[in-house]
């Protein structure tokens, strides 16, 4: 079975940085994309950034400017580096892949338990 594990939340203050890391491990044959997701308190959960198998990226607006993602392919990891950090970005940020796996060649979506990124003077 495929895994994605985070790492790299805390405390930060304003207009710090984090950089936050998923590694994906299992049966993998190939990765189509993957992704931040984050979800505050009373609000829905909505796309950070994401980056395709080509390196093609998106951003959502709020982030755009201040987070770059990135993926290093040969260990199936992809990071997160926020910068100019606010306190509206609190929340818990989930990794998310787009995975097919090799035994199964089942395609299937991904999520990571979740890490908590707290943002606050």
């Known amino acids: 079975q495929v895994q994605l594990v985070e790492s790299g939340g805390g405390l930060v203050q304003p207009g710090g940085s984090l950089r936050l890391s998923c590694a994906a491990s299992?049966?993998?044959?190939?990765?189509?994309?993957m992704g931040w997701y984050r979800q505050a308190p009373g609000k829905e959960r909505e796309l950070v950034a994401r980056?395709?198998?080509?390196?093609?990226?998106n951003y959502g607006d709020s982030v755009k400017g201040r987070f770059t993602i990135s993926r290093d392919n040969a260990k199936n990891t992809v990071y997160l580096q926020m910068n100019s950090l606010k306190p509206e970005d609190t929340a818990v940020y989930y990794c998310?892949?787009?995975?097919?796996?090799?035994?199964?060649?089942?395609?299937?979506?991904?999520w990571g338990r979740g890490t908590q990124v707290t943002v606050s003077s």
């Open positions: 998310n892949g787009i995975i097919t796996n090799k035994e199964s060649v089942v395609t299937a979506n991904y």
């Open positions: 980056i395709t198998s080509g390196g093609i990226t």
């Open positions: 299992g049966s993998i044959s190939s990765i189509n994309f």
